[in-house]
């Protein structure tokens, strides 16, 4: 009789803390998705995750220093007797894809001043560097 009515106290206690944690796991759940959807709307471009204004102020300072892209590209990406504007939405040898930009600065091109890699930045300044230059390019980001 005693354990009955201790059984009937406790599911009376636990019930409403299951409640309340299946409601803040619902609630997070929701709140991830919400900001998941945000992000992908305002900052991330559809071929690639990374183009978060830190990444794209990264790049920046990748493009104007180590990497020297400034001297041939132009300060503002719009192009000079040497290289192509980077500005899009016409390339000259690339789609204007996040993969494409990427692949060129990482491999260069043969033939061409384009060095891969130039200035010898490292694997994440090029992918800094490619999400600057796609963000500007796609409208995303100020030169
Ligand atoms: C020494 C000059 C020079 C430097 C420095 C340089 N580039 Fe280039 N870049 C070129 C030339 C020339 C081309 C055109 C090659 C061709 O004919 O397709 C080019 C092409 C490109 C392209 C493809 C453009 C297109 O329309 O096909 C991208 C993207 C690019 N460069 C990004 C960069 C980035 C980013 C940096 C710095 C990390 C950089 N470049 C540094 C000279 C340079």
Redesign the pocket.
């Known amino acids: 009789m005693r354990q009955h009515k201790a059984q009937g106290r406790m599911k009376g206690r636990w019930g409403p803390a299951v409640a309340v944690a299946a409601i803040s796991l619902v609630l997070g759940v929701g709140w991830t998705d919400a900001q998941s959807v945000d992000t992908t709307k305002r900052e991330a471009p559809p071929d690639s995750a990374l183009a978060t204004p830190a990444t794209v102020d990264a790049g920046r300072l ?2 104007h220093g180590r ?3 400034h ?3 132009g300060d503002k990406l719009q192009g000079g007797p ?3 504007a ?1 500005t899009g939405p016409k ?4 789609d ?1 894809s996040y993969g494409a ?1 990427l692949d ?2 990482d491999q260069g ?1 043969t033939g ?4 891969r ?3 010898r ?1 490292t694997e994440a300044q ?1 992918l800094m ?2 999400t600057y ?1 796609w963000a500007v390019s796609h409208g995303r980001a100020q030169p």
Do not use: D, K, N, Q
């Not at 390339?91 to 690339?94: D, E, K, N, Q, V």
């Not at 061409?112 to 060095?115: A, N, Q």
């Open positions: 990748v493009f990497g020297s892209c001297a041939c590209h040497i290289a192509p980077l390339w000259r040898h690339i204007g930009i060129r600065i091109m061409t001043v384009m060095m890699r130039p200035g930045i090029v560097v490619a230059v």
